[in-house]
């Protein structure tokens, strides 16, 4: 198994460009979620989903848009880019929705908005 | 949502425990404890997590306080590698399934 991959590594945006950073699992988890990270600070809930077609906001959910048409896949599209939007992104996968079920991350996106 | 306070910084020998803690007075009685954590420059791993009694892996031992108003991870040989940030998270409460990461505790293991 993959697990969970994100594309691209890293990308740099002018401010008001538009994007859409992708992460797919192979471990057919009903429950995926996207994460931001900021320098030096813990990780903050940007959206999750708790399975295809369902999706629901988290802690930092403006200016991000997501949808969940797949089980494998959960796109985040930055709708008009921000420079404070420059993060690490990370998005995350667990078996469902679940309280005992770890959640197992991806390697992140780091995001440069000038 | 219910929080966690960690210590923002601990320092250990390598090869001795490490004692990590973990506050969550506002716990409910469903809320699993979470542990993952984040080694530089990487996406955070899971490392343990449990509901009431003590847990046991391969990686750490999950002591949980007899009221659930606390936890501790415990590292029993701390090893370079064990150097990273240490999140304790309380999972899931009336089903919204988010998981709500705080500040964590950054662990640097001395040689």
């Known amino acids: 198994n993959a697990g969970v991959t994100q594309t691209p590594k890293f990308q740099v945006l002018k401010t008001g460009q538009s994007m859409t950073l992708q992460c797919a699992q192979d471990?057919?988890?009903?429950?995926m979620s996207w994460y931001r990270q900021d320098p030096g600070m813990g990780l903050r809930l940007i959206h999750y989903?708790?399975?295809?077609?369902?999706?629901d906001q988290g802690e930092v959910p403006n200016g991000y848009n997501v949808s969940r048409s797949t089980t494998e896949d959960f796109p985040l599209r930055l709708l008009s880019a921000a420079p404070s939007q420059t993060s690490v992104y990370f998005c995350?996968?667990?078996?469902?929705?679940?309280?005992?079920?770890?959640?197992?991350f991806g390697p992140g996106t780091r995001l440069t908005v000038t | 949502d219910a929080k966690t306070t960690q210590p923002n910084s601990m320092e250990s020998n390598e090869e001795e425990p490490v004692h990590l803690p973990c506050n969550h007075s506002?716990?409910?009685?469903?809320?699993?404890i979470h542990w993952y954590r984040q080694l530089p420059s990487q996406g955070p791993e899971y490392v343990i997590h449990?509901?009431?009694s003590n847990v046991n892996n391969r990686m750490a031992s999950l002591a949980i306080a007899e009221d659930r108003k606390s936890s501790t991870l415990i590292l029993h040989r701390a090893t370079l590698r064990d150097a990273a940030v240490y999140y304790c998270?309380?999972?899931?409460?009336?089903?919204?399934?988010?998981?709500?990461f705080g500040t964590g505790t950054r662990l640097k293991v001395l040689a």
């Open positions: 471990m057919n988890h009903e429950y």
């Open positions: 449990g509901l009431t």
């Open positions: 998270i309380l999972r899931g409460t009336s089903g919204t399934y988010k998981y709500i």
């Open positions: 989903s708790v399975g295809a077609g369902i999706t």
């Open positions: 506002t716990i409910s009685g469903t809320d699993y």
């Open positions: 995350a996968s667990s078996y469902d929705g679940d309280r005992s079920y770890e959640q197992y």
